[in-house]
């Protein structure tokens, strides 16, 4: 195939002979094929079976001497999407395929309708959804809702939940405006989609191994996947137990096989959802254990680098100048601050339980510092100890109550310090110290970084799953505030449940911005039904003395 701008395309040789499955017609009831054969040909067993989303719905089967018509009953067909139809020859080989979409019409018909097409700034909004089958009946379904400046509308996202699974996410290749074939308002969709679908085809037959490609097949699971590594050759090979705990104090445990691999279920990564998951091999450190875990997300980074990014600004992809933000900032005003420049950043530590903790631990270790009887710090600085000259302080040390005459230093209180060094060296002739040094010091507990925390503790840290957030919406209360609102989401609701005469009443107060603001719902229900819809309204900025009239 030649094209007007010269671009040629290759076509597979034509065979001499063989068997061609024609997709005729769809009516409301049957999908219509013609099956023949070359001429001389001598008759043949054949079969034909219908697929949706990879489960048989029907079967058909005949013989064939030249041509025959065969009709697969659409109500074989329980739902909305892509029909896989093939055709098999006598032996059960498959020799030619055709995808057809069918049941259009078994959707979720999703209205939504705000009580008014106007309002004023900082208005309420109240909007009312109503979701019915391809009957009419009141279904009881789950949407997700964004209400959003019509400015981040992007006119090159024209994938919905709808398209994306019946559609975009079933065939090969990038589909142009996917969306088109589902709106009712063009008349020629139809057909323009069966020409779509007849460049598609050989779904489920690889003949060459070699030709598989794996762009685009990475999946994530649910649960965390680790490795547990162990360099003492006697344990090498055993399972062994891992446990597994947060800083609420709550324990699990998991198991690796004889590889040292484990999976943390995400059941586990759920009950620790509030904060950091804590890690450490039941075996003792000396047997050399290091845990490493898989991580997903440079490979996600990678393919989303290679995705095409849309910006809902004009003049995608060229300089943006200062006049292309005025339709998302129409009608306020701009508080600019002071200039701030930083000179310096403090260290500011914030620690969960765990960690403060093992904080703890490590001060009250015996070998810590600690302040004697007379006051003097010990054990602060290495060589520096007043032990020598003082008997009484060396009867009560050495005693069997030591410890407990032993305080804790306090944080940024004065200490003395002493030295002792041996005189001639400690050469025989002359026994005795003097003293070297003697200062005061400011005592500063000793600081361990969550790095060294963990590893003077043999423990491993991640993040568990993070908490819901709260999508924040303004009350009444909240309007009355004098500073500018310039939100240009109004509304997010990831999970919408309709009641049983499918049916939902939202409400949401409109912020400062002057535009127009377009809304956004996609759902589903039992039965794989899904569903898109949207609505619009205008918001205007108006003086109190003007009387604003609904449009």
């Given at each position: ?54 489960i ?5 089967h ?43 019409e ?36 789950q ?11 992007n ?32 008349p ?7 020409l779509l ?33 162990v ?20 324990v ?8 040292g ?5 995400a ?26 875990f898989?991580?997903?997300?440079p ?48 260290r ?5 339980k765990v ?39 060396l ?11 032993r ?19 400690g050469?025989?002739?002359?026994d ?33 799953y ?13 309007m ?20 049983t005469?499918?049916?939902a ?37 108006i003086?109190?003395s ?6």
């Amino acid at each position: 195939i030649r094209l007007t701008n010269g671009r040629t395309y290759p076509l597979p040789a034509i065979l001499t002979q063989g068997i061609i499955l024609e997709f005729s017609r769809q009516d409301g009831d049957f999908l219509e094929f013609i099956v023949s054969q070359s001429k001389g040909l001598p008759p043949q067993l054949f079969y034909i079976t219908g697929q949706l989303r990879g489960i048989t719905c029907c079967i058909a089967h005949g013989t064939l001497e030249e041509s025959v018509k065969v009709k697969l009953p659409l109500d074989e067909f329980p739902a909305q999407g892509i029909a896989v139809v093939t055709l098999y020859n006598g032996n059960g080989q498959p020799v030619a395929e055709r995808l057809v979409y069918v049941h259009p019409e078994k959707k979720l018909y999703i209205t939504a309708e705000p009580d008014k097409t106007v309002y004023a700034t900082r208005e309420k909004v109240n909007l009312k959804i109503k979701v019915v089958d391809e009957k009419g009946q009141p279904v009881i379904a789950q949407l997700g809702i964004s209400v959003f400046d019509a400015a981040y509308d992007n006119p090159g996202d024209l994938d919905n939940l709808l398209t994306h699974c019946f559609l975009s996410s079933q065939i090969r290749g990038r589909i142009y405006a996917p969306a088109y074939y589902f709106d009712e308002k063009n008349p020629g969709r139809a057909e323009a989609l069966d020409l779509l679908l007849l460049t598609q085809g050989w779904r489920r037959y690889v003949w060459k191994a070699e030709n598989l490609s794996e762009k685009g097949a990475y999946v994530i699971t649910d649960e965390l996947v680790g490795h547990q590594t162990v360099k003492d050759k006697k344990m090498k090979g055993t399972e062994q137990f891992i446990q597994i705990f947060g800083s609420d104090g709550d324990v699990r445990f998991t198991l690796t096989d004889i590889n040292g691999d484990f999976a943390i279920e995400a059941g586990i990564l759920n009950d620790f959802r509030k904060g950091n998951l804590y890690i450490k091999p039941m075996l003792q450190k000396k047997h050399g254990t290091q845990i490493s875990f898989k991580d997903l997300f440079p490979v996600i980074n990678q393919i989303r680098g290679q995705k095409e990014m849309y910006y809902p600004l004009p003049n995608r992809g060229d300089s943006v100048s200062k006049k292309d933000f005025s339709t998302l900032v129409t009608g306020m005003e701009e508080i600019v601050l002071k200039e701030l420049i930083v000179t310096a950043k403090a260290r500011r530590f914030i620690r969960d339980k765990v960690m403060g903790s093992l904080d703890s631990l490590m001060e009250m270790d015996f070998n810590s510092p600690w302040v004697c009887i007379h006051g003097f710090l010990e054990n602060y600085r290495e060589g520096y100890s007043h032990l020598p000259f003082h008997e009484n302080h060396l009867i009560q040390v050495l005693g069997g109550d030591s410890l407990n005459k032993r305080n804790k230093p306090i944080e940024g209180h004065t200490y003395h310090l002493v030295k002792y060094s041996p005189l001639n060296n400690g050469k025989p002739g002359l026994d005795g110290l003097y003293v070297a040094d003697h200062q005061d010091v400011i005592y500063h507990k000793p600081y361990y970084s969550d790095k060294e925390l963990l590893e003077l503790n043999n423990l491993w840290r991640i993040k568990g799953y993070y908490g819901r957030r709260e999508f924040y919406l303004p009350d009444e209360t909240d309007m009355l505030d004098p500073l500018p609102d310039s939100r240009n989401t109004l509304f997010w609701a990831p999970s919408v449940l309709t009641d049983t005469n499918g049916e939902a009443n939202l409400s949401f107060y409109c912020s400062d911005l002057n535009t127009r603001f377009t809304g956004q719902i996609e759902g589903l229900a039992d039965g794989g039904l899904l569903g898109v819809a949207n609505c619009e309204f205008r918001v205007f900025k108006i003086s109190p003395s003007f009387k604003m009239h609904e449009q």
